[in-house]
């Protein structure tokens, strides 16, 4: 049902709703309401209370009930996996792989927040040395996420789990193709909270998420999603300068060095192509090979590839959002029709709702398959001259989001020299796991980090307090000051900084 349709269906007065369907079988599994500006704007006010509780709570008791959450997460995570499963299609282990990372960032999140947000000392330098300076990254109060349906525990997460655990309380707007997950997710909270509005869900269209960066009372909107919709939130929040945090899309570079261990490098390029049917913000959309090893590595990718299967019981699941197969179509059709060489499937494998994979090798720079998102099972293989020619075209597009770069001797080497966020060595998507490394991108991609110290700081606000512990016997910041008073302190700064 379109946006236009629910809206059509309030006319009687009984609230809109819509339904998420299973992208497998278009059958329906669950209906939701559309919640308009007024329920939007009723939500937060609720969690402005929720947020004065928690935020007073303090760090301890915090970690404590985050704990406790984690536990019915960890009691429920096949119940909430099949809910994944159901509305995006991926399979169960797939569903339950998402979960337990989103269990260990909460994990993490609850256990360090004292450590990273906790007040603590700062050293008030030579020209105030009278003053007892500390520092406090305050709660902001009520945050609004808003998430993508391609993992849609894992990636809210990232920003709710930190969000509750730096002391706020949080609406979620989940996409519409997975408001049940989100509704899931929200009720294991309330379990623990006794029903405090901590954590709510608001459903519906991008309506409801523009009303969500409308709505007063929130400090700050967490957006994950698409570039062309992440702009719209900023235009959106710009209305009323509210902060935003965005995280969008990517077209992930894999380097593969001629030192490197092709083996693995094969099997990290099609897992992070393929798994997840290719939709994954940091999924790998792009290999530059040295050409020195190209016909290898291209044979064990061509290989592992083949053996793929996309369908129910399949290796990965359909395309979650049916109109994403026509831009797969696109960048498949364009990157053959420039001359690239299709050595695993081709156009034919782009089908509904399973698209089987695709290699394609050879595919000049200005291909859509290589400037644009694909979001689908379409790997890019380009063979290189050298690795300075291979950091050059990856980064060559406007996104930087993930990267990752084989080689055995010089990895990190030619990680520092990627214009990107975060950069996998020897591995794929490994940083997505590591709950203490921040993750998000730069230019495209969006900017703040969710994860890690800057992840739990995104979502406060920074109090610097000085705290004079005696007078100076020399005031400068007084209308008593004398210009022998100045002239003491020009000597003591040339002393001190003039030589
Ligand atoms: P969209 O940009 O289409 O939607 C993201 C969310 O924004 C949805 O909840 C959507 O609601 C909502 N929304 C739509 N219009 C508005 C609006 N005007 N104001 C406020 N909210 C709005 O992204 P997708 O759901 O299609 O997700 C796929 C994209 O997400 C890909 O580009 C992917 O790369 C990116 N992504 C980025 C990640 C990262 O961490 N960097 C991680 C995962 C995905 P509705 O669905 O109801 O329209």
Redo the contacts with the bound molecule.
């Keep these: 049902m379109t946006a236009a349709e629910a809206s059509a269906a309030d006319v009687s007065g009984v609230p809109a709703t819509f339904e998420s369907l299973d992208p497998r079988t278009g059958d329906v599994v669950g209906t939701h309401p559309v919640h308009d500006a007024g329920a939007v704007e009723a939500a937060v006010a609720r969690a402005e209370s929720a947020a004065e509780w928690w935020g007073d709570l303090g760090h301890a008791e915090r970690r404590r009930l985050l704990g406790e959450w984690r536990k019915v997460l960890v009691r429920k995570l096949d119940d909430l996996a099949r809910v994944v499963t159901e509305e995006t299609g991926k399979p169960l282990d797939d569903a339950r792989l998402e979960l337990v990372l989103a269990v260990d960032h909460l994990d993490w999140a609850a256990k360090h927040a004292a450590r990273v947000l906790g007040r603590r000392r700062v050293a008030p330098g030579l020209l105030m040395g009278n003053q007892a300076a500390s520092l406090t990254y305050r709660p902001i109060g009520v945050v609004g996420v ?6 849609p525990v894992f ?1 809210p997460m ?1 920003s709710i789990a930190y969000a509750l655990a730096a002391g706020n309380a949080v609406v979620f ?5 997975t408001p049940g997950v989100g509704v899931a997710l929200a009720d294991t909270l309330a379990e623990i909270v006794d029903g405090r509005p901590l954590l709510q869900v608001v459903t ?3 309506e ?3 009303a ?2 409308r709505a007063p009372g929130v400090g700050k909107i967490a ?8 702009k ?2 900023m235009a ?1 929040c710009a209305e009323t300068l509210t902060p935003v945090l965005i ?4 077209k992930d570079p894999l380097i593969v060095d001629v030192d490197a261990d092709l083996e693995a490098a094969a099997d990290a390029a099609v897992w992070g192509g393929m798994s997840n049917a290719g939709q994954t ?1 940091v999924g790998v959309e792009r290999v530059y090979v040295h050409e020195a090893v190209a016909e290898e590595f291209t044979a064990k990718v061509v290989a592992k590839a083949r053996r793929l299967r996309s369908g129910s019981g399949g290796d990965f699941g359909p395309m979650t ?1 049916p109109a994403q197969t026509e831009v797969v179509r696109r960048h498949v059709e364009d990157a053959l029709a420039k001359g690239g060489r299709a050595v695993v499937g081709g156009a034919e494998s782009v089908r509904e709702p399973f698209v089987e994979p695709v290699v394609i090798v050879d595919v000049p720079e200005d291909s859509t398959a290589v400037t644009e ?1 694909t ?1 689908g099972p379409l790997l890019v293989v380009n063979r290189v001259p050298d690795v300075d020619e291979a950091v050059r075209l990856a980064n060559g597009t406007g996104y930087g ?1 993930g990267a990752t770069v084989f080689s055995r001797a010089r990895g990190e080497e030619i990680a520092a020299r990627l214009r990107c966020g975060m950069v996998s060595v020897n591995g794929v998507i490994s940083f997505a796991g590591i709950p203490g490394l921040p ?3 730069v230019g495209d ?2 900017f703040g980090r ?1 994860h890690g110290e800057d992840g739990l700081r995104e979502f406060t606000r920074p109090q610097a307090v000085a705290r004079q512990r005696f007078p100076l016997p020399v005031p400068v910041t007084s209308f008593r000051r004398t210009s022998q008073t100045m002239k003491v302190l020009v000597g003591l700064v040339r002393l001190r900084y003039g030589r």
């Design positions: 808003i998430g993508p349906w391609n993992y990636t990232g707007k989940p996409s519409e193709l519906g269209f991008g409801t998420g523009a969500l960066c957006f994950t999603g698409s570039t062309a919709t992440g719209r939130v959106t995280e969008c899309g990517g913000c959002m998102e979001f989001l993750f998000g991108g991609s969006g969710i």
